[in-house]
Each structure stands twice: as C-alpha cells, then as structure tokens.
C-alpha cells in the first residue's frame, strides 16, 4: 500500500529545531513509505492508500516523541468465524488445534461444511518474510461469513460449533495478509550524544515483583520508559516478576539467557546502545571440580521459554513455554527479595566473598551482601560433596554475542532481551524459528504470536547510535489493531534502523512519557505490571 503523509499543522519553529542532529528521523516519519510484507501484499485484493498524521513532543535534550496513528479508509475489516483444524503438539504430542491446515483439510472441511448448510471460503496463508522458515505456502483457513459486529458472528460460531466443527470468532484487520484499519503509535527517539542523563534497564530493585511501566518512570522521574523482556506471570511457571530470559541491571546478571536469544545491550549508561543475540555461560567453582549452573533468580526445575543444556522436552528457545530441568543449579541474587523456593535438593548460602556460610534445606531468604545456590538432582549431590561450611567458592559469568565474543558488563551497563530479532545490518531478519516464537514443523505454535496482529513494544539503533524505543497499540478492533512481526520489522527499518527487536508486547506493551502513560494499553484490567522495564532518565539514574 501507498503511504500519503499529512504533517502536523501548524508547523511551529520548535517542531522544525527538534529535527536537527538529534532526530533527524522528523523528516523521515512525515514521509514513512510503509509497505506490507510481499506476501501479504499478494494477499490484498486491491491496493490501499493509508494516511498517517504526527504530533511531536520535545521531551528533553535529545528525547522527541512522536504519536500517530497509520490510518487506512478502505480496509475492510470484518467479523468472520474461523474453523480450526486438529492438530499435534510436536514436542508433546499431544492432540490440540490450529488455526490452519493444508489444502487436503481445508477442502474436507469444506465441504463437510456445505453438506450441512454451510457457505465456507478458503484463504491461503503465506509464509512471512521470516529469514529462517520456508516460502510460499503456510497453511489454508477456512472460514465463513462476513459480518460488521463481533455479536452476529458469535451467533454464526454458536451454530457452526454446534454442528461438530471447532471454531472461533475473529477480526480480519488482524490478518496480515490485509491492510489494517488503524495503528496507533509511538515512536520515542533519543541520542544518546544529546541526552543530559541515562538509559537503563530498571526491575524495581526487586526481580521477583511486578509493577507498571508508568509506576516506575513516575518513581524515577523518567522521560521516556517502556516495558522490557518477557517475565513470568504465573505462579505455575516460577515466581511472578522474574525474567524469562536474559537481563542484567547495573552490570549484575540478574537472569540467564534461554539459547541465544535477541537483547538490547545499553553500556555505559545507554551511550552506546547496540542490539545482539545473546548466550549466558555461568559456572561455580571449588578447587578443580566446576559445575554448571543452568539458572539465576528462577525455581530450579522449571525452565521458561526453554534454551538450556538438559531441558525437556527441548533445549531450543520455546517461546511461553515451560520446560523442565531434573539436574538443575540455580543462583539467587540480592535482587530476589520474595521468599526462596522451597522442595528436595540442598541449598548453600554464601557471603559475599563466597564463602560457604551454611548448607540446608531449601528456603528462607537470600542475604542482603550474599548470594545462595540451590540445586537438584545431581547439582545437589556436587553441592553436598564441594560445597563445605568455611570453603570458598567462585562463580564465573560470561555473556557471548553470536559471534563468540565476550560482552563485558560494568555497573552502568544493562541488558534486556526478549525475541526475536527484526532488523540486521539495516535488513529485514527476522528469526523467528531459531528464537523459538514460531515452529514451521508445528502450526499450532506461535500462528498467533508472529503472524496476526498484536499489540509491540519495540527496540531498535539507528546509523547515528540513536536509540528508537516504540510501541504500536493492538486489540482494538478498527481502532488500533497493532503489527505482525513482519509488520514490526518493515516498520523499524523504515524509520531508518539498522538493529532491532521485538520486545514484549500483548498486554504489556506500554509507553511512559514523563511518568505519564501514553499509549493504550490492551488488557480490560488497565496497564499490566511487568518484570522489567527500558527507562531514559534525566541526570544520573536510579533504581
């Protein structure tokens, strides 16, 4: 589709100077040619023109941010009932569904539907523009009518599932493959070479704690803040707050990474900041004998997102979800402050030294200059055999980029991850089956996730090292419908990154300005409360 832009008027001589050095990218957003991936601008009946009009807010020195919504008149979104096909879980296998299936199904059901009363169509879907995931033909849906209200398709869904057929109700403006109604967004820019204070990752002071993005930028008097990585929120699933992924806070590596996963490095206080895939290798150490350790701030035994040595059912990345770890070494920080976890396996507290204080049961409480090591399975037979009272030990932390080489982290350096990757050397690169978002062996995993659209926060370095934090509002049928990953990564290139990333999104996604929040947020709760969160602060940081 063709992009027309209308520019903010009037014009005022500020808005001209705030696109000077520091966000030259002004201009570049008034004149954004956004362009859908190829496929599914081969899916798209008829070409579009959507219009996209930009407010800017001079924040501070350096910070500009700017809110528009890419509208489009003539898409021609609709309620429609989307039948899905039995499906197996490739790493279970167990029996579920999918949101599509190949041509033989689609055509079966098809025509069982016409048999009882029904008139189907099919879609073919495509395959994105992933870099990792095969071309041409996905999947076919099969679905049936088109209807202005969300109501008059649940009446259809009602009387298709009572005819045996598994169903659902959705909006097509969530489709990649059309244009979308609406999407409304904020782009923050900020050069780090103009900015009187820091960028930082915060988690509150406490990785096992939620709180709102705006809670924390309020608190910390912030310019700009937006929601970080993924975390748990679920108590089925570890201790609610804490990473599922990579993060290190003030160069202290708070959680471990889940394979070589896409983060956001910001070193030296964000003025250098640069996007990498990223592996964490932890040891500790008694004398000569050594022992891996699988885990940092997490329940040992369980594993979100999966990426470790020894997880099941996969050591892959898998993104929402939780494998297991039967030998598993886990290091508590100072940064936890709920309660340890408690269960079989043996624990030693350690000063800050890392002498060996006591070996127990699991439980209690991590010390405040101290940290404490759990393990189980065979991590507890080690711990029980090198681990005396008095006895010193060392753990070791390395941080690997893909290409091997160590990241150095000092105390006003931090990283969040999330995944996956969006934008390499100024290309589209998107990997979402090697950052386990997508599965092409398995499509009733991640359909949703990567191919529909959805509320993003995302991240990403421009040519100039100027840091574009964005967020896209989602869920809101024919008010904001949000971005595909696609989407997402043509989107920030156009706004002239050579890195970036997709950060959480859903529910999380969220954008402060001045301690204010900007964006709408999707869930019907209000703003969610995240593990960590991205924040530009004035001055010196805190937290």
């Known amino acids: 589709m063709s992009v027309t832009a209308e520019t903010p008027r009037p014009a ?29 601008s081969a899916q798209t009946a008829a070409p579009a023109t959507s219009t996209i009009a930009w407010t800017t807010q001079d924040v501070a020195p350096g910070v500009q941010v700017r809110t528009g919504v890419l509208s489009n008149p003539d898409a021609a979104g609709v309620w429609t009932v989307t039948v899905q096909a039995p499906a197996v879980n490739r790493l279970s296998g167990a029996a579920t569904w999918a949101p599509l299936g190949d041509r033989d199904w689609a055509d079966a059901t098809a025509g069982r539907l016409r048999a009882t009363g029904f008139e189907p169509r099919l879609e073919r879907v495509e395959w994105d523009q992933y870099s990792d995931t095969p071309r041409g033909t996905m999947g076919w849906q099969v679905r049936i009518g088109r209807y202005a209200t969300q109501a008059e398709a649940g009446t259809l869904n009602s009387a298709v599932s009572a005819a045996g057929f598994r169903t659902s109700v959705e909006w097509t403006g969530y489709d990649g493959r059309q244009s979308a109604d609406a999407e409304r967004i904020h782009v923050a820019v900020v050069d780090p070479a103009r900015l009187r204070g820091t960028i930082e990752v915060s988690d509150g002071g406490d990785v096992a704690d939620r709180e709102k993005t705006s809670t924390v930028a309020a608190r910390l008097g912030s310019l700009v803040g937006v929601n970080g990585g993924f975390f748990i929120t679920s108590d089925g699933d570890g201790v609610q707050g804490t990473m599922a992924g990579l993060s290190a806070v003030h160069g202290e590596l708070e959680s471990m990474a889940v394979g070589s996963r896409a983060a956001l490095i910001l070193e030296d206080g964000g003025r250098r900041p640069r996007v990498a895939d990223l592996s964490t290798t932890v040891t500790v150490r008694a004398g000569s004998a050594t022992y891996a350790v699988q885990g940092i701030n997490r ?34 920080t100072p940064a936890f402050r709920a309660q340890l976890p408690t269960g079989t396996g043996v624990q030693v507290v350690l000063d800050k030294r890392g002498v060996v204080l006591s070996r127990s049961d699991r439980g209690g409480s991590v010390p405040a200059e101290g940290s404490v090591l759990q393990g189980t399975g065979a991590a507890a037979a080690w711990l029980t055999e090198h681990a005396d009272i008095g006895r010193r030990l060392t753990v070791h932390e390395v941080v690997r980029d893909a290409s091997g080489r160590e990241v150095e982290l000092g105390p006003d350096d931090s990283i969040v991850s999330a995944a996956p990757t969006l934008v390499e050397d100024g290309r589209v690169h998107i990997d979402a089956a090697t950052e386990g978002t997508l599965d092409p062996l398995d499509l009733s995993f991640g359909f949703a996730w990567s191919n529909v659209r959805q509320p993003r926060t995302l991240a990403g370095v421009d040519r100039h090292g100027r840091l574009l934090l964005v967020t896209v509002d989602g ?4 008010v904001s419908e949000g971005f595909t990953l696609a989407e997402a990564a043509e989107f920030m290139r156009s706004l002239g990154a050579v890195q ?24 019907a709760t209000g703003e969610r409360a995240v593990g960590d969160t991205i924040q530009v602060l004035p001055g010196t940081g805190r937290d």
Do not use: W, Y
Not at 500 to 523: F, I, P, Q, R
């Open 12 to 40: 005022t001589r500020r808005g001209k100077q705030g696109a000077g050095r520091g966000v030259v990218l002004g201009t570049v957003l008034a004149l954004i040619a956004f362009v859908p991936s190829a496929a599914a």
């Open 299 to 332: 329940v040992p035994g369980k594993l979100r997102n999966c990426g470790r040595p020894g997880a099941v059912p996969t050591e892959r990345p898998r993104h929402d979800t939780t494998c297991t770890l039967a030998d598993d070494l886990v290091k508590f």
């Open 475 to 478: 869920r809101r049928p024919g």
């Open 500 to 523: 970036a990333l997709n950060l959480d999104g859903g529910g999380s996604t969220a954008m402060a300005v001045n301690g204010v929040l900007a964006n709408t947020t999707s869930d």
